[in-house]
């Protein structure tokens, strides 16, 4: 039977998590990190072995764990980035066509992004760089790139230029950019949590600014609870929570970078066909998902602003496992059934 949707009165953005009591006497062990261009923060609140329901705080493993994630996601960042010189990614947009030996991490991540792009029909292309790289959301004083020059770059966003022979990559069309900008957060999201888990931790939370995994629930059994911040309230108003154990939740929105011109909002989420700001019926999408994929749901949020509130609404009902509410420009939003919001 067809699920059905029910409209909400309130708007669904950027998580926020809501610091309420674990059960425990022990204060959680949080880190904040600038990294992946955001604030980001990992919070542990037990450790013990991963499903069991015992779980204690021990300070010095919930450190070293946080530790290692952080190293972990520096590492990936590394290997993924398209600005750092020394990257798999950067090395196979400078290649000019030849091949590229990468890391397992950047092949697996790219086989994902090409999946997408397929599933998508190209709406979301991990060949996008060479448009991305024409835009500037942080300047002080924006203005639109040359219309020639998205043109031309348009030309080369195709993902079945994309090559992967196991660990070797390349570019078929040696003028195609690739940018992994789409998906990565969540992969690295992913790869955080398995760490956490690798190294004695039960309860924990990873906040990627917008990409949340949750390991575990909270050390005394009930659920994480993770607020939905209002759009464009500065972080100031939460409209609805979620109560979630050992699941995913990521929000994308055109609201996350985007500069004022004449009037007109310009935001981050581009048309690969165009190279300007896709024009969307959708604000925010935020998707929920078992653990293990936030990389799967941070793919689909992209893929659902680009593909508006009809097209988005079909395909994650096609999809087992996920769901998702969807806030239009109206400031109404439409849910899956399965997408329980208190």
Same mark, same amino acid.
């Given at each position: 039977?067809?699920?059905?949707?029910?409209?909400?009165?309130?708007?669904?953005?950027?998580?926020?998590?809501?610091?309420?009591?674990?059960?425990?006497?022990?204060?959680?062990?949080?880190?904040?990190?600038?990294?992946?261009?955001?604030?980001?923060?990992?919070?542990?609140?037990?450790?013990?072995?991963?499903?069991?329901?015992?779980?204690?705080?021990?300070?010095?493993?919930?450190?070293?764990?946080?530790?290692?994630?952080?190293?972990?996601?520096?590492?990936?960042?590394?290997?993924?980035?398209?600005?750092?010189?020394?990257?798999?990614?950067?090395?196979?947009?400078?290649?000019?066509?030849?091949?590229?030996?990468?890391?397992?991490?950047?092949?697996? =991540?790219?086989?994902?992004?090409?999946?997408?792009?397929?599933?998508?029909?190209?709406?979301?292309?991990?060949?996008?760089?060479?448009?991305?790289?024409?835009?500037?959301?942080?300047?002080?004083?924006?203005?639109?790139?040359?219309?020639?020059?998205?043109?031309?770059?348009?030309?080369?966003?195709?993902?079945?230029?994309?090559?992967?022979?196991?660990?070797?990559?390349?570019?078929?069309?040696?003028?195609?950019?690739?940018?992994?900008?789409?998906?990565?957060?969540?992969?690295?999201?992913?790869?955080?949590?398995?760490?956490?888990?690798?190294?004695?931790?039960?309860?924990?939370?990873?906040?990627?600014?917008?990409?949340?995994?949750?390991?575990?629930?909270?050390?005394?059994?009930?659920?994480?609870?993770?607020?939905?911040?209002?759009?464009?309230?500065?972080?100031?108003?939460?409209?609805?929570?979620?109560?979630?154990?050992?699941?995913?939740?990521?929000?994308?929105?055109?609201?996350?970078?985007?500069?004022?011109?004449?009037?007109?909002?310009?935001?981050?989420?581009?048309?690969?066909?165009?190279?300007?700001?896709?024009?969307?019926?959708?604000?925010?999408?935020?998707?929920?998902?078992?653990?293990?994929?936030?990389?799967?749901?941070?793919?689909?949020?992209?893929?659902?602003?680009?593909?508006?509130?009809?097209?988005?609404?079909?395909?994650?009902?096609?999809?087992?496992?996920?769901?998702?509410?969807?806030?239009?420009?109206?400031?109404?939003?439409?849910?899956?059934?399965?997408?329980? =919001?208190?």
């Amino acid at each position: 039977m067809k699920k059905r949707f029910a409209i909400l009165s309130f708007i669904l953005v950027t998580m926020i998590i809501t610091q309420t009591a674990c059960g425990r006497d022990a204060e959680p062990v949080s880190v904040d990190k600038e990294c992946l261009d955001t604030q980001c923060n990992v919070t542990v609140y037990g450790t013990g072995e991963y499903g069991s329901p015992d779980s204690e705080l021990d300070e010095e493993i919930a450190t070293k764990a946080i530790d290692e994630a952080f190293k972990l996601c520096t590492e990936l960042e590394n290997k993924i980035s398209k600005t750092i010189p020394a990257s798999d990614i950067y090395k196979i947009n400078h290649a000019n066509g030849e091949w590229v030996e990468v890391c397992d991490n950047t092949a697996e =991540l790219l086989k994902k992004g090409m999946e997408y792009s397929e599933l998508s029909d190209g709406d979301f292309d991990i060949t996008v760089g060479g448009l991305t790289a024409l835009w500037d959301f942080q300047s002080i004083e924006p203005s639109l790139p040359d219309e020639a020059e998205l043109s031309a770059a348009a030309q080369h966003v195709d993902y079945k230029c994309v090559e992967l022979d196991g660990n070797r990559v390349r570019l078929s069309d040696p003028a195609a950019q690739l940018d992994l900008g789409g998906i990565a957060k969540g992969y690295i999201g992913d790869c955080m949590a398995n760490s956490l888990i690798e190294n004695g931790v039960n309860s924990a939370i990873v906040n990627l600014g917008g990409n949340i995994v949750c390991v575990g629930g909270k050390p005394d059994g009930t659920d994480f609870n993770i607020g939905i911040e209002t759009p464009y309230s500065d972080r100031s108003e939460v409209s609805g929570v979620l109560a979630v154990s050992d699941k995913t939740v990521v929000t994308s929105g055109v609201y996350e970078r985007y500069f004022e011109l004449d009037g007109k909002k310009y935001h981050h989420i581009l048309d690969p066909q165009t190279g300007y700001p896709v024009e969307t019926d959708v604000v925010a999408v935020t998707l929920e998902a078992d653990l293990g994929h936030s990389m799967d749901i941070d793919a689909l949020g992209t893929i659902c602003l680009i593909k508006g509130i009809d097209e988005g609404v079909k395909l994650i009902e096609s999809l087992d496992g996920i769901e998702a509410a969807f806030t239009k420009t109206d400031g109404k939003v439409v849910t899956t059934s399965g997408m329980k =919001l208190e």
